[in-house]
């Protein structure tokens, strides 16, 4: 009988088999981290959006550009450049860059006339207007006038004028007697926004005069408080810049308005408040540029009984002649007493004021309700009496009408 074992192969192990399955699984292996590398780059597309994530919050320095960029989307919120607590609301550019230049008026500016003055003017009012104004042209010829005696006739032609009814913006003139002494003006602009520094400006020494913001709120009261504290009403019109990143305003006066477009803006403008001598330029350094424009602004304060003072934001501004041209008083701005947000420059140009007041008689300057304009405007409104000026609203150095419908 045979053995079953005998039949039955026994397993051996091969060294060729062997060495071929190792090989086929180290070339499997090398094969899948070839592939694998060659389509990295699609697992390489994960970590582009994990970048930003780290960048932000591993460098918090480049995180601060993002939260001063909402001022920006904030334009439509208008509020003076300074923070003030949260009655401030966002901050945003509210202002064009303003001018540094002196603008100087050659002829002195008269006191302001009619009823207040007239005692005093009754003398001379008659032939000094037309003398004056010939002065501005011709002075070598008014310097020999004193042998003309006989143009008196002509005077009494212009004299009619101030018969008539005496246009609204003197009954809300603030009265002053002029004595002679060098006379100057500080008007404020941008008021109305910043309620604080607003109530902060009316407790100033008065007269000053106070220019607010068309589209500020609470304005019947805050003009009333101002009035109330003796100071003088102005209206400040916000026109269009040349920067058309600079945002004027809501119903600003621009350029591109038409007729009846252009009537209704300046309309919702001039009936934001009562009781305001006349207007001036926010901003506008584009449309006050633009004759046409100022024609119609004319027109308007002409037909309302309104004066205009020219902030002069541009040196092609067109505000002075077309005053002239359609008969409505005027007068412009000589310093701009904040352009620099800077103490030491402030303080400057008060010193710029005085000089210029002393060399033609009067001096027209604006400011803003800033910090430091405030601060540096208190202690100097309160000792320049004492250095021989006279403050004056503007009102007292309007220029007036010529007869009406004089040229250019």
Do not use: C
């Amino acid at each position: 009988m045979s053995d079953p074992s005998a039949k039955r192969p026994k397993f051996r192990p091969n060294p060729k088999r062997q060495v071929i399955l190792i090989v086929l699984a180290v070339l499997g292996l090398a094969a899948g981290y070839g592939l694998g590398y060659l389509f990295q780059p699609e697992r390489g597309q994960a970590p582009p959006p994990a970048d930003p994530t780290p960048a932000r919050t591993s460098s918090p320095a480049p995180a601060e550009p993002a939260p001063s960029a909402p001022p920006k989307t904030a334009q439509p919120s208008p509020v003076l450049p300074e923070e003030n607590g949260p009655e401030s609301g966002p901050v945003r550019a509210y202002e064009e860059a303003l001018p540094k230049e002196i603008v100087v008026t050659v002829e002195r500016i008269g006191p302001l006339p009619p009823a207040a003055v007239a005692p005093a003017r009754t003398p001379a009012p008659e032939p000094a207007p037309e003398k004056a104004r010939a002065a501005e042209s011709e002075t070598t010829e008014t310097a020999a006038a004193p042998s003309a005696p006989a143009p008196p006739p002509a005077p009494p032609a212009a004299a009619p004028a101030p018969l008539g009814p005496p246009p609204p913006w003197r009954a809300a003139a603030v009265p002053v007697r002029p004595d002679g002494r060098p006379m100057i003006a500080i008007v404020i602009d941008d008021l109305g926004i910043d309620k604080a520094r607003t109530r902060r400006t009316i407790q100033l020494p008065a007269p000053l005069s106070m220019s607010f913001l068309t589209y500020a709120t609470k304005l019947e009261a805050q003009t009333r408080a101002a009035r109330d504290a003796g100071h003088e009403l102005w209206m400040h019109v916000p026109m269009e810049p040349s920067l058309a990143s600079v945002d004027p305003g809501p119903h600003a006066l621009l350029t591109s308005l038409g007729g009846a477009a252009m009537q209704a803006s300046l309309a919702s403008n001039l009936d934001s408040f009562s009781g305001y001598v006349g207007i001036n330029n926010h901003m506008g350094s584009r449309f006050t540029a633009h004759r046409a424009g100022m024609d119609r602004v004319m027109a308007e304060l002409r037909k309302r009984g309104l004066a205009f003072l020219d902030s002069v934001t541009s040196p092609k501004s067109t505000g002075t002649r077309a005053a002239r041209a359609a008969g409505v008083a005027h007068a412009v701005r000589n310093i701009f007493i904040d352009h620099e947000d800077d103490l030491k420059v402030i303080t400057a140009q008060f010193q710029r004021i005085e000089r210029l007041a002393r060399q033609q008689g009067h001096a027209i300057a604006i400011g803003h309700p800033r910090e430091k304009t405030l601060k540096a405007l208190k202690p100097w409104l309160e000792g320049i009496e004492g250095k021989g000026f006279q403050l004056v609203p503007v009102s007292a150095l309007l220029r007036l009408p010529a007869a009406p419908g004089a040229g250019d």
